[in-house]
Structure formats: C-alpha cells, structure tokens
Antibody
Framework: QVQLVQSGAEVKKPGASVRVSCKASGYTFTGYHLHWVRQAPGQGLEWMGRINPSAGDTNYAQNFQGRVTMTRDTSISTAYMELSRLRSDDTAVYFC??????????WGQGTLVTVSS | QSVLTQPPSASGTPGQRVTISCSGS????????VNWYQQLPGTAPKLLHY???QRPSGVPDRFSGSKSGTSASLAISGLQSEDEADYYCAAWDDSLIGYVFGTGTKVTVL
C-alpha cells in the first residue's frame, strides 16, 4: 500500500533552516510528483511547491521563492523540503502529498515545525 | 493567502443535507478541475472528491461534487457525526502557476 512517512517534529530558532523528509513506499517513487503543503496552527492549507522525482525539476509557490528548496534521493525513495531564514510565522505542520494529475491522493502524516527563540 | 473562498462554517443535524460552496476565478476553477479534501481533527487531509465530481474508492456516495463556471460545491447528504471535519476545495491556478486551496469550511453536526 502507498505510504508517505515524514520525519519527526523540529524546533528551530528564527533565522535557522529546517529540512523535512518524506519517505515513499508502495509505488514507483519516480512516477509521481511530490508536493509540499503547510498548515499554520488553526489555519488553512497552503501549497508550497512540488518536485518531479524523476527529473528533479521543481516549481515553488511565489510566497516561498528564494526560501524553499525541494530535493529528492531516488535511491531511497525520499523527498526533502528545506525552508531557510525561518520566522515565527513559519510555525506549522508540513505535509508531503503524492500528486496524481492535479490532485493529491496520498498524504504524509505531517511534521510539526516550531520556530521559537 | 487563499484564492478560493468558502464559508467558514456549515452545520446540520444528522440526516440533513449540507452544501459547501467554493468561489474562484477564471484562472483556477474556471479553467481547471476542482478537488475536495476532508480533514478530521488532528489528522492529515484526505482526498474526498477529484475532477469536479469523482469519488475515490471508499468515499461514500453521500458526498457529491459539482462545478459551474468559476464556482464549485460539495454536498453532504444524510449527514453523519463522523462527517464533522474541515473541508477544503482546491484547484490549479494558471496565473499563479501553482495549486490553490479554499479558505476551508468547518462542518458541525448538531
């Protein structure tokens, strides 16, 4: 069965960077785009961007251009999302999700990133 | 910031029908398909409807989606207590070249 398992919670100081991983199993990793979505406490969903695990090409939401980097390691079927220059309003749960055409059919469990001095 | 607008809340008693609207524009709903996600408290979102009106396997037919022009809606008929959750519409946006979500609607079963 398809599974996306994310790394554990992180606590970071303002200005630092965080890297969240998303390990895929149960399907061909390079066959589907991997998206990242975040949700601030009590707020809605916000799309951050996506990576094509096959070629490694990415596209990022305008709000995160210059601060986010999405990469992948096909040898271990894992995608990564790194967010730099963290601010307090980056405190959120970060989800990875498998893209199928233009919708997300499987989601990771989420990773809480807390930014606090 | 969300580009798609939903009512913040909706409610009904068990067995009633509840409808959630989603308003967008020509660059998103008007030119792409709409998808709906259900998020139960403390869990990851789950795909509820895709391609405007298609249900993934396992989703009850009590949930039905539709789209007209730059708006879409999700109807829940025969409301049940387990339907209490947040619901989000979503679509690709050709102008933003990105995926956009609705503001979210919290459904309460009275």
């Amino acid at each position: 069965q398809v599974q996306l398992v994310q790394s554990g919670a992180e606590v970071k100081k303002p200005g630092a960077s965080v890297r969240v991983s998303c390990k895929a199993s149960g399907y061909t990793f390079t066959g589907y785009h991997l998206h990242w979505v975040r949700q601030a406490p009590g707020q809605g969903l916000e799309w951050m961007g996506r990576i094509n695990p096959s070629a490694g090409d990415t596209n990022y939401a305008q709000n995160f251009q210059g601060r986010v980097t999405m990469t992948r390691d096909t040898s271990i079927s894992t995608a990564y999302m790194e967010l730099s220059r963290l601010r307090s309003d980056d405190t959120a749960v970060y989800f990875c999700a498998r893209g199928f055409f233009d919708y997300f059919d499987y989601w990771g469990q989420g990773t809480l990133v807390t930014v606090s001095s | 910031q969300s580009v798609l607008t939903q009512p913040p809340s909706a409610s009904g008693t068990p067995g009633q029908r509840v409808t959630i609207s989603c308003s967008g524009s020509s660059s998103n709903i008007g030119s792409n398909t709409v998808n709906w996600y259900q998020q139960l408290p403390g869990t990851a979102p789950k795909l509820l409807h895709y391609n405007n009106n298609q249900r993934p396997s396992g989703v009850p037919d009590r949930f039905s989606g539709s789209k007209s022009g730059t708006s879409a809606s999700l109807a829940i008929s025969g409301l049940q207590s387990e339907d209490e959750a947040d619901y989000y519409c979503a679509a690709w946006d050709d102008s933003l070249i990105g995926y956009v979500f609705g503001t979210g609607t919290k459904v309460t079963v009275l």
